[in-house]
């Protein structure tokens, strides 16, 4: 039986509200987030374990849903590191399709986001066979997530503009 993996982004952040690329750093989530959150928490009832990126917008966005499932932090789930650019404003980022490959000024590249989702869901795949897994964390997840299960090409997703919907579900 395969497993369901259910990706939601974590909730809206001051930073995300300013334009802000928060990157590595912790974040906070604002009050349109919060209420995001609560959300998010009533959408999701039906999850079996929450994992999340151990970035606090992403354990707060979790915390806030108040999931009677266990939660789990895991690093591989963090947003890009930006590297110098982490903290400043998301329009300096741009284009990003050049660091696909080539990683950020002290930071990484997506490519790197993406081998390390390849690895959480190496190990989701085998420990979570054939329950539902909800996983909370950032734009460049999601576009690992796309690339590596819908097959969607990352040239096709890093420029692309953010459409926020409530969650995505993938079959591992």
């Known amino acids: 039986m ?15 509200e300013q334009g802000v690329a928060t990157g590595w750093l912790p974040g906070e989530l604002s009050p349109e987030g919060r209420r995001q959150a609560a959300e998010l928490g009533e959408r999701r009832r039906d999850v079996d374990v929450v994992f999340s990126s151990d970035l606090r917008r ?56 993406v081998e390390l989702t390849r690895s959480f869901l190496s190990d989701i ?18 576009w690992a997530l796309q690339h590596l299960l819908a097959e969607v090409a990352l040239e096709e997703l890093v420029d692309a503009p953010f459409d926020w919907q409530p969650g995505w579900v993938y079959q591992l």
Do not use: K, M
Request: net charge neutral; glycine share 8%.
């Open 125 to 142: 795949s085998r420990l979570y066979d054939g329950r539902t897994v909800l996983v909370v964390a950032h734009s460049a997840n999601r």
């Open 58 to 113: 992403a354990v707060q966005t979790v915390e806030l849903a108040g999931l009677p499932v266990p939660h789990f932090l895991d690093w591989r789930l963090r947003e890009c590191d930006y590297g110098v650019f982490n903290g400043t404003p998301a329009r300096g980022l741009a284009p990003r399709r050049q660091r696909i490959d080539e990683p950020f000024p002290g930071g990484q590249s997506y490519r790197e986001v």
């Open 2 to 16: 395969p497993t369901t993996l259910v990706y939601e982004t974590h909730a809206t952040t001051l930073d995300n």
